[in-house]
């Protein structure tokens, strides 16, 4: 499936089963080092007209696929992402900057997701409804969409991509996965050298991927052909933006987990030591760059000055530096640019009059992990997404301020409340607009089985089991014991 060149391996695109070269490869690099990790083909749009036509020839025979045999190669590919753990880690690190604690994660829920996933097939398929037309019988039966458009990120690359395939086909579609141009091989051809070795039928999944700059021409086809029902995107909102457009002129589906803005809201009554470490979890683990990360800190006024003196000194602790180290928590910032977009937003918020509590600096690709203070209104770090180890703190007069400040922004996906009391934290969780919310726990968390998504500009649909929803449509059918009594 793939050649070694230099030491560098060049891939394949997985179309129909079997691996496509391509005339044009382009250099995937790693963000520490700046070396190439390997050559990716530069996908085309035909490539993705063949990926759309092997996966809807395939559909109708997953679709058909009794769940036990379904069970079998999900199972079998959880088996294998353990087995190539070790691999699996050092490609992490080396394409996506990823340090071990979260390609840790990754991996575990990575085999989470596709053991339990084994079994959605056995969900109930539907609902007997009934009739009011004598001796007839209804039914509202789920039906897979058939193929299933999946565009992953680079920040999560192992996890999300499964993520974005694991879902739709446990309910019976088929899927063509684009990967980032940031991480083609953890979001994208590495699943599908696990899901071929793991047994799944040709077509099922199929991976395309594209050079830098162009993933436009691999979604027109996504958009133009019928047969994709379905557009399935974890990334930034302003591509969420551009799909949803898209999506909504050809009249199809799409299930978006897009940016966040996330607040984390320590109450006086909280556990100080606790709050200090979930906040220093929250805000720096992979540096930022995860869609959960919290942004912003909102501490009750009487505890803020305390609290904000151990975090920053709790963050001076934490070792950025090379990601194959097992000893590196902060690595870096996944490309150059993405380095020069924080510092600037740091930058421009300093010069409009914030604080450097913490960090505020570069350290080769890496980004210290940062804390602003006195954010101004107008400065954008205030309100949007920077993705990277910046926190910013400010003080609350009580609860219901943090919670109008928490809902204050376009987004809402993902927030925090630390506090002993744990009924008076559920009652504010309660009034937070996201779609996720831990009370006396920080914002960053996944689990498989629970529906992780957003509301407002953070996107719409669920993942897990509550994908259902998302990835398969009722069919009204009834069946009629009698005849006539028709009113003409
Ligand atoms: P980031 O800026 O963090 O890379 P994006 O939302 O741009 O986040 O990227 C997430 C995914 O969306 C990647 O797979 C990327 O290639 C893809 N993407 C970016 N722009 C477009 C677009 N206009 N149409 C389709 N896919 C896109």
């Known amino acids: 499936m793939t050649n070694q060149a230099n030491g560098v391996r060049a891939y394949k695109q997985y179309i129909d089963g079997a691996w496509v070269g391509s005339d044009r490869l382009f250099d995937d ?8 990790v390997a050559r990716v083909p530069a996908g085309t749009r035909a490539d993705a007209a063949r990926a759309v036509d092997a996966a809807a020839a395939a559909f109708p025979a997953w679709a058909d696929l009794p769940p036990a045999e379904k069970q079998v190669l999900f199972l079998r590919a959880a088996d294998i992402v353990e087995k190539r753990a070790a691999e699996i880690t050092a490609l992490l690190a080396a394409e996506t900057g990823c340090a071990s604690g979260f390609a840790g994660f990754q991996i575990l829920t990575a085999v ?8 959605w097939a056995y ?24 193929v299933v458009a999946g565009i992953s990120p680079w920040n999560g690359a192992q996890v999300l991509a499964w993520r974005t395939v694991v879902n739709p086909l446990a309910f019976g579609n088929t899927v063509v996965l684009k990967p980032s141009e940031e991480a083609p091989v953890t979001a994208g051809l590495l699943v599908a050298e696990i899901m ?8 099922v999944l199929n991976v395309v991927t594209h050079a830098p700059g162009e993933a436009v021409p691999i979604a ?7 047969e994709v029902r379905c557009i399935n995107f974890t990334g930034s909102s302003a591509t969420g933006r551009i799909l949803a457009e898209r999506a909504g002129r050809a009249l199809k589906r799409c299930v ?10 320590v109450l ?37 000055d305390v609290f904000v003196d151990r975090l920053a000194a709790r963050a001076q602790t934490l070792r950025s530096g090379d990601p194959a180290d097992p000893g590196t928590l902060i690595g870096p910032l996944i490309t150059p640019a993405a380095l020069d977009r924080v510092a600037r937003d740091v930058d421009d918020a300093v010069a409009a009059g914030a604080k450097v509590l913490v960090g505020g600096t570069a350290d080769g690709p890496c980004y210290r992990p940062t804390i602003l203070a006195d954010v101004p209104a107008g400065a954008r770090i205030h309100s949007e997404e920077t993705f990277g180890p910046v926190l910013i703190a400010q003080p609350v007069s009580d609860a219901d301020e943090a919670v109008a400040i928490a809902n204050s922004t376009r987004y809402g996906l993902s927030a925090g409340i630390i506090t002993s009391d744990n009924q008076r934290g559920f009652a504010l969780g309660r009034r937070i607009d996201a779609g996720v919310v831990h009370v006396n726990d920080q914002t ?25 929803a998302d990835f398969t449509e009722l069919q009204w059918i009834t069946t009629r014991e009698g005849t006539g009594g028709y009113p003409i």
Not at 196 to 203: L, M, N
Not at 454 to 463: F, H, L, M, Q, T
Request: with cysteine; net charge negative; proline share 9%.
């Open 196 to 203: 071929e070795e793991a047994g799944f039928p040709p077509g």
């Open 256 to 265: 978006l987990e897009l940016g966040g803005y996330n607040p984390l809201i």
């Open 123 to 146: 969900l109930p398929a539907g609902e007997v409804i009934r009739s009011d037309i004598p001796g007839t019988f209804a039914l509202a039966l789920r039906r897979p969409l058939g």
């Open 268 to 304: 006086a009554d909280a556990d100080l030591d606790y709050a200090v470490e979930a906040a220093a979890f929250a805000a720096f683990f992979h540096s930022g760059q995860i869609c959960m990360s919290a942004r912003k800190v909102l501490v009750e006024r009487p505890v803020y």
């Open 112 to 119: 989470r997701l596709l053991r339990q996933a084994s079994n």
């Open 220 to 226: 027109d086809e996504f958009f133009d052909r019928p």
């Open 29 to 36: 690099l790693d963000p520490y080092r700046a070396t190439v």
């Open 444 to 468: 960053v968390a996944d689990e498989p089985q629970l529906p992780l998504g957003g509301v407002k500009d953070s996107g719409w649909g669920r993942s897990g089991p509550h994908s259902v």
